[in-house]
C-alpha cells in the first residue's frame, strides 16, 4: 500500500485517424492520482505486437498510489475515434481525381485493469505512519539562543522519491514552557515517469514564555522501502536552545521586589496600583437615569440600526438589480463569445476556438443562474442544470460539448467540418437553455 504504480493510457490502431470526439477517463477511486506531464498534441509511432505493427500514440499517463489494501478497479477509458476512408463511386477517375473521403467515428473502450494492494509487512515501526519511497531527512533551527517571547523555527524537511505528498508531520515532545502552533508545510514535487520526486517542508512555530535553558528531543521519522521491502527510521538531532529574559523582563509570573513611584506597572494585567493623578469626584446623589446621555444612549443605537438596516436593503436591492440584468443579457453575451468562435473556426485556430466555446457555455450558464463561474464546474453542473427543471437530454448535450473541447487538446488537428458541427451543436443547445431555463 501506498507503492507507486504508473498507469498509461495508449490508442493501438491500424486505421488513419484524424481526430477524436467525446471521452470519458477513468476516475481511479482508491488511488491518490498524480498526472504526468505529456505533450498536448498526440503523435503516433510504430511499434510491433506480437509481430503485427500498429500506430500507438499515448493520450496520458499517471502516477497512482493506492490508499488502502485488497483488489482496486481501474474503470474502462472510453474515447469516440474519428478515421477516414476513400469512397469510391462507379467512375474511378474522377474518384481519383476528387479524392473523395468518408469520415466515420468509431466508440472504442479499454479493458477494466484490476490491482491487488497488499499490506505493509509486519513488525512496522511506531514511528511508522504511511511513507513509502526511498527518503532522507533533514531537520534544523533558526536560532539557537533567544529571548523570552521571541519566536524560534523548526524546520524538518523530508526529501526523495516516493508518497511525499501524503507524508504527515513528525511529531515532537517540546518543552512545556514553550507555546507551540501546528506545523505548516510546503511541498515541492514533481511528477514523471520515475515517480513523485522533491520535497515537503515542515516548519514549527515555538514561542519560549520563560528563561532558562531547554532541550527539544529529537524525533523519529520511518518508511518502508519497495525496493529492498524493509522499514528505514530516520532520526531528528537534538537541539539545545538557550532562552534569556526579555528586554522589559516582563512575564506572567513577575514578581515586584521593591515598590516605588518609579515601580508603577501591570502584575499580569488584573491588578492596578493606586491612581495618584488628579481626579474629579462625583457629587453623593446624582444619578444618571434621566439625564441628557442617558436619552442619548438610547436613541444613537436606534439611529444606527435605522442606517445600517437602510444601506442593507439597498445593497439587496443593487444585487437583484446586477442578477437581473445578468440573467437577461446572458443570451446575448453567449452569442456574441460564439461569434467570437466563428473567427476563430474560419481563421483555422483551433485551439482558440474551443477555448472561445468552452467560454460562452460557462459565460453563459453563469450569467443565467447568477452564480459565480469560479462555483461552476464539470461534476456540479448536472445537479445545478436538474434543479432548474432542464431535461436530462439536454444536460447530456452540454455536458458533450464540454468532453469535446476539453479533449481537442489532445487530438491532432481537427477537421473543419467536425469543428463546424461542434459551433452549430453549441448555438443550438444555447437556444435550448434559453427556453428551459
Known sequence: MGQRITATIKIYTRLNIVGFGASKFPAFDGFLSQEIPTSRQVSFHRENVNGTIYNVATIRKMNLFPQHTGKITIEPFELECI??????????????????????KMPRKSNPVTITVKDFPANKPESFNGAVGNLSMKATIDKNSVKANDAVTLKVKISGNGNLKLINAPKF?????????????????????????????????????????????????????????????????????????????????????????EDVKFIGKDIRYIKTNKFTPRIKGTYFFGTFYFYLGYLVPLVLFFVIFMVYRKKIRENADVARMKNKRANRVAMKRLKAAAARLKAQQKEEFYDEILKALWGYTSDKLSLPLADLNKENINEILLNKSVAQDLIDEFLDILNTCEFARYAPASGTSEMDELYKKTMTTITKLEKNV
Open 83 to 104: 478515421t477516414r476512408y476513400r469512397q469510391r463511386g462507379g467512375n474511378d477517375f474522377f474518384d481519383d481525381f476528387f479524392n473523395n473521403y468518408r469520415e466515420v
Open 173 to 261: 515532545d517540546f518543552p512545556s514552557d514553550f507555546e507551540t502552533y501546528d506545523p505548516t508545510s510546503k511541498q515541492d514535487l514533481k511528477n514523471s515517469a520515475e515517480g513523485m520526486t522533491g520535497s515537503v517542508t515542515f516548519e514549527y512555530l515555538l514561542i519560549p514564555r520563560h528563561a532558562g535553558e531547554y532541550t527539544i528531543p529529537s524525533t523519529r521519522f520511518s518508511y518502508f522501502n519497495p525496493a529492498t521491502e524493509k522499514y528505514k527510521t530516520l532520526e531528528t538531532p537534538k537541539f539545545t536552545i538557550k532562552v534569556e529574559k526579555s528586554k522589559n523582563g516582563n512575564t506572567n509570573s513577575t514578581i515586584i521586589s521593591s515598590l516605588s513611584k
